[in-house]
Antibody, heavy 122, light 107 residues
Framework: QVQLVQSGAEVKKPGSSVKVSCKSS????????VTWVRQAPGQGLEWMGK????????HYAQRFQGRVTINADESTSTVYLELRNLRSDDTAVYYC???????????????WGQGTLVTVSS | DIQMTQSPSSLSASVGDRVTITCRAS??????FNWYQQKPGRAPKVLIF???SLQSGVPSRFSASASGTDFTLTISSLQPEDFATYYC?????????FGQGTRVEVK
């Protein structure tokens, strides 16, 4: 059974950075994409970006370009999300998820981390 | 970006009711469409992928269909554990986008 375990809650000041980790176990790490989705309090889901560890090439949502970095460490089966220049509206629960795809018919997120609350406050 | 519009935003229902949630994509997305269920304080869970395929382990009371850019999730007989928020998602073109959610509440 695939498990994604995320790092703990963070409290950050505006303008600072946060790095959230997502450690995978129980499945093939390198060949599936790991995607990041965030959810502001009481709000919906927002996709931020993804990476396939085998290729190490991330793909970001345009609105986060320049502020986000997603990378992977195959030696520890861990994917990281770094978000810089934090603002109060970055306060959210950040989820990692495994993205499964068949190359032509579907992409979806089948396993999720437990979520990491990032609070941005002065 | 592809916009996903869900309706209703919330609904009240009783155990045993048949519940239908719809989602409309702003453009054609083929079958790159998924439904998720989320309970408070928990990560979302996939119910349906590729528009109408039931994820392994999901009860058969959940079903889905598609017609053009309109997608429907149906719960044939609502159970107590089904009170949750449901999200649709397109994975046709990045950025992947979600609907705003439909909260299913106890009547």
């Amino acid at each position: 059974q695939v498990q994604l375990v995320q790092s703990g809650a963070e409290v950050k000041k505006p303008g600072s950075s946060v790095k959230v980790s997502c450690k995978s176990s129980g499945g093939s790490f390198s060949t599936y994409a790991v995607t990041w989705v965030r959810q502001a309090p009481g709000q919906g889901l927002e996709w931020m970006g993804k990476i396939i560890p085998l290729f190490s090439t991330p793909h970001y949502a345009q609105r986060f370009q320049g502020r986000v970095t997603i990378n992977a460490d195959e030696s520890t089966s861990t994917v990281y999300l770094e978000l810089r220049n934090l603002r109060s509206d970055d306060t959210a629960v950040y989820y990692c998820a495994r993205e499964i795809a068949d190359g032509g018919s579907y992409n979806y997120f089948d396993f999720w981390g437990q979520g990491t609350l990032v609070t941005v406050s002065s | 970006d592809i916009q996903m519009t869900q309706s209703p935003s919330s609904l009240s229902a009783s155990v045993g009711d048949r519940v239908t949630i719809t989602c409309r994509a702003s453009q054609s997305i083929s079958s790159f469409f998924n439904w998720y269920q989320q309970k408070p304080g928990r990560a979302p869970k996939v119910l349906i992928f590729a528009a109408s395929s039931l994820q392994s382990g999901v009860p058969s009371r959940f079903s889905a269909s598609a017609s053009g850019t309109d997608f429907t999730l149906t719960i044939s007989s609502l159970q107590p554990e089904d009170f949750a928020t449901y999200y649709c998602q397109q994975t046709y073109r990045t950025p992947w986008t979600f609907g705003q959610g439909t909260r299913v509440e106890v009547k």
